[in-house]
């Protein structure tokens, strides 16, 4: 395998890592360390990077008290000759978070970095750093690229749970080195309360930790904010987080389940009823708890290209935002669709633009598995085999245009649908035919509950080529059936992998595509 080795990475674990990790555990999970006392600033939440590229990167942390974030960075562990960037004071208005760009780094190097937060009376006075590392994306073919995706964060009651290692399938992301992690939406379950035990089939307790904002669905800025520090509270993922760069979109528990613009909820838990309200308290506190390199524009828009190197371009989607209504789905047209036809225009414009050899578009939601909303459609089948229709009819669009511009190496990946499969889409078993074939991939969840395969619409022809799945609806993760997706692209022949793993690592299905096809 061509990919670079990582030199210095596996060091960072043992050694200035842990003990960071150990020294920014949350007061939640433990005593305060000693120098918090002294009133300096500190980052319990650990760090985090994400949006790499070739020469820039952003790096995230959380102060427990106003600080000036301060990052320094290093092509060693010893930082001896550190460069310093000056990042923003961290205040109440963010809770306390903040992001700083790194620019004009070098490609495909490591770059290790440490976080200071300084005192903003005092400058000297700072914190313990925390470190991390992450290596930019390589400007020279040859390098390759490997990554991991997934998605679903503590869905269906099942949150972090000692007894059985927390999230433990970070660890087995984490141990294949990969550049960059993408996840594929429902980074938490707002909608999704955490109860301190619950009872499994057989018997047994799962204990969960829980705090105060995870005791009801969120609502107001606060209980938001505090979904995605409950993540945090799992020291898998802050180590996951400190060594592992990552791309992140989001999907609807991020607000509530299957949420859609102007719409009013008649859930009975809820006091705030208008999903307008609710999804931006819920893009604010997203923003503030995630370094994603779009969301500081005034649009606030999550769709993005991520480019790494030549031999990838990533198209994150967003099938949240700008989608109607959920209906039944059967409408002869649609011009808004899922994406909008913004959104549209805009994926079709860069996918023509783009020169990569691989364009993985990155969708937080699958395109021939029916995912209902009963009585209406959620995602974008509806089960008609036939022609296209509602939302569908967007999709064939963009399958039409990446014909009829002959735009090679396209994949789909996605989450969403809490089991893993691979799916083919060829035109020879369609309804509609205007198509090249191409591969959509589904994994996850994370830690979140498992659920039986959704059935498939065949109006894109797809073929189900793996899948495993439960037969009863939302297992444990103590029951299995937790999954993530590594891609790894050879530097030398170009020739992208898919492997479709258990959280344990365990391969379960490989493909390999050739570059430069149209349809494959």
């Not at 305060?32 to 020469?55: E, H, L, N």
């Not at 990167?57 to 010893?78: F, H, K, N, Y």
């Not at 955490?194 to 204990?207: H, Q």
């Not at 669905?217 to 060594?243: H, I, K, Q, S, W």
């Given at each position: ?16 890592l842990?003990?960071?990790?150990a ?10 360390p ?20 070739c ?13 000036r ?13 550190p ?14 978070t ?30 313990e ?33 000692p ?35 619950v009872t499994?089939p ?10 105060e904002e995870?005791?009801k ?22 180590a ?15 607000v ?8 009013i ?6 006091t ?9 308290r ?13 969301l ?47 959104q ?15 364009k ?20 974008v089948?509806?089960g ?62 994370l ?5 039986p395969?959704?059935?498939?619409d ?18 444990s ?22 492997r479709?793993?258990?959280q ?6 490989t ?10």
């Amino acid at each position: 395998m061509s990919h670079r080795p990582l030199p210095g990475r596996r060091s960072v674990l043992r050694g200035s890592l842990a003990a960071s990790a150990a020294l920014s555990l949350p007061t939640a999970l433990g005593a305060a360390p000693a120098f918090a006392r002294s009133g300096r600033p500190t980052a319990g939440w650990g760090v985090q990077a994400g949006d790499v590229t070739c020469d820039s990167g952003l790096v995230w942390v959380r102060s427990d008290r106003p600080a000036r974030m301060i990052v320094e960075t290093s092509a060693t562990e010893s930082f001896r000759t550190p460069h310093r960037w000056h990042g923003p004071l961290l205040g109440p208005g963010t809770d306390f978070t903040g992001t700083t760009r790194l620019r004009g780094l070098p490609s495909g190097e490591q770059i290790h970095y440490r976080v200071l937060l300084a005192d903003p009376d005092d400058p000297r006075r700072t914190g313990e750093p925390v470190t991390g590392t992450f290596r930019t994306a390589s400007d020279k073919r040859r390098d390759g690229v490997r990554f991991v995706w997934s998605g679903d964060l503590a869905g269906q009651g099942w949150g972090i749970n000692p007894e059985f290692g927390g999230y433990r399938i970070y660890d087995a992301m984490g141990a294949l080195d990969p550049d960059f992690f993408l996840c594929s939406g429902d980074n938490i379950y707002a909608d999704g309360p955490i109860t301190e035990t619950v009872t499994l089939p057989d018997g047994r307790t799962w204990r969960n930790i829980t705090t105060e904002e995870k005791a009801k669905v969120a609502e107001t800025l606060a209980e938001f904010r505090g979904n995605f520090r409950y993540n945090l509270l799992d020291e898998n993922l802050r180590a996951f987080n400190a060594r592992v760069p990552s791309i992140v979109q989001w999907d609807d528990h991020e607000v509530t389940n299957n949420w859609y613009p102007g719409e009013i909820l008649t859930d009975t838990r809820y006091t705030e009823k208008r999903v307008d309200v609710l999804a931006a308290r819920a893009r604010r506190a997203f923003s503030e708890y995630f370094p994603i390199s779009t969301l500081r524009r005034p649009d606030g828009r999550v769709h993005r290209v991520q480019r790494h190197g030549p031999l990838l371009d990533v198209f994150v989607l967003d099938m949240r935002t700008y989608r109607n209504a959920n209906s039944p789905d059967d409408q002869p047209t649609d011009p808004q669709g899922i994406l909008g036809r913004e959104q549209l225009e805009w994926l079709k414009r860069e996918l023509s633009r783009s020169r990569a050899v691989w364009k993985v578009i990155a969708a937080d939601m699958p395109l021939g598995l029916v995912v209902p909303d009963a009585p209406n459609i959620e995602a974008v089948a509806q089960g008609d085999p036939g022609k296209p229709l509602g939302r569908e009819l967007q999709i064939a669009e963009l399958l039409r245009h990446i014909k009829h511009r002959r735009i090679t190496g396209t994949v789909w990946l996605t989450a969403d649908v809490h089991h893993t499969s691979a799916q083919h889409y060829q035109p020879s078993k369609a309804a509609f035919t205007d198509f090249e074939p191409f591969w959509e991939f589904v994994s996850g969840p994370l830690n979140a509950g498992a659920f039986p395969a959704n059935a498939l619409d065949g109006t894109f022809g797809p073929d189900r080529v793996f899948v495993k799945a439960p037969t009863t609806a939302n297992v444990s993760p103590a029951g299995g059936y937790q999954f993530f997706g590594e891609v790894d692209i050879d530097g030398h022949s170009g020739e992208l992998t898919v492997r479709l793993r258990e959280q344990d690592g365990t391969v379960l299905f490989t493909k390999t595509l050739q570059p430069g096809l149209v349809g494959q």
